[in-house]
């Protein structure tokens, strides 16, 4: 196993349009998560699944955003109605529990948006 | 909520050690980590202590948690100019899964 895969890599679109992006965990983790970076920043929590679950979703995931994980495990993220604000890079992180206790996350590469 | 905050920038010479600062607010966040972040790439996980520990070593990296004053630093031993990047530091606790990062610290490593 490779890691996180994210596709596409980068996606630049008009204003209005909608855009999903893919992430593929790590086949042995179960929690999974979308992360949003702008310049400057450190990645923002988007929301997060265990398994098909999604178990929380932050402030910052207005309704024109979706996610799924329909069978626990890709997982989609979808834009509806882009907005140049939501020009950014979308990290996905998978996860597994550590016989410690805690959670080491993974990251993918990330797709880079960009709404014109 | 948790807030975590770090100084922007550190500059070393080859061959020093760095040291990278991070504070944080939320005294139950019970993991603390560091990720390595480089020019449009995704987040290195490097390493992560729990919180009832003072003190965590791995090879050229050295993580120090001083619960009290809730602060907690990142130091690597012989810095290599490969070593140039963003790091973060992000708390992760109670019953939250995801994790809270600072805005980063760029190391920047002159020969």
């Known amino acids: 196993d490779t890691g996180v895969s994210q596709n596409p890599r980068h996606k630049i679109t008009k204003r209005g349009q909608n855009v999903t992006f893919r992430c593929d965990p790590i086949?042995?983790?179960?929690?999974l998560y979308w992360y949003r970076q702008t310049l400057g920043q450190g990645p923002e929590f988007l929301t997060y699944?265990?398994?098909?679950?999604?178990?929380?979703k932050s402030r910052l995931l207005s309704d024109r955003f979706s996610a799924e994980r329909p069978k626990g495990s890709f997982s989609t993220l979808e834009i509806q109605r882009t907005e140049q604000g939501d020009s950014a890079m979308y990290l996905c992180?998978?996860?597994?529990?550590?016989?410690?206790?805690?959670?080491?996350?993974?990251f993918g590469p990330g797709t880079r948006l960009t709404v014109t | 909520g948790e807030d975590v905050e770090q100084s922007l920038f550190l500059s070393v010479r080859e061959g020093d050690s760095s040291v990278i600062n991070c504070t944080y607010t939320?005294?139950?966040?019970?993991?603390l980590y560091w990720y390595k972040q480089e020019p449009g790439a995704g987040l290195q996980l490097l390493t992560y202590?729990?919180?009832?520990?003072d003190m965590k070593q791995d090879q050229r990296l050295t993580v120090l948690l001083n619960k009290k004053d809730k602060h907690l630093s990142l130091r690597i031993a012989d810095t290599q100019t490969g070593d140039s990047a963003i790091y973060f530091c992000?708390?992760?606790?109670?019953?939250?899964?995801?994790?809270?990062f600072g805005k980063g610290t760029k190391l920047s490593v002159k020969p």
């Open positions: 992180a998978s996860s597994f529990r550590t016989s410690g206790g805690g959670y080491e996350q993974y």
């Open positions: 086949s042995e983790h179960n929690r």
């Open positions: 699944f265990q398994n098909e679950a999604q178990l929380e």
């Open positions: 939320d005294s139950s966040s019970t993991y």
């Open positions: 202590i729990f919180s009832n520990m």
């Open positions: 992000a708390a992760h606790g109670g019953s939250q899964g995801n994790l809270i």
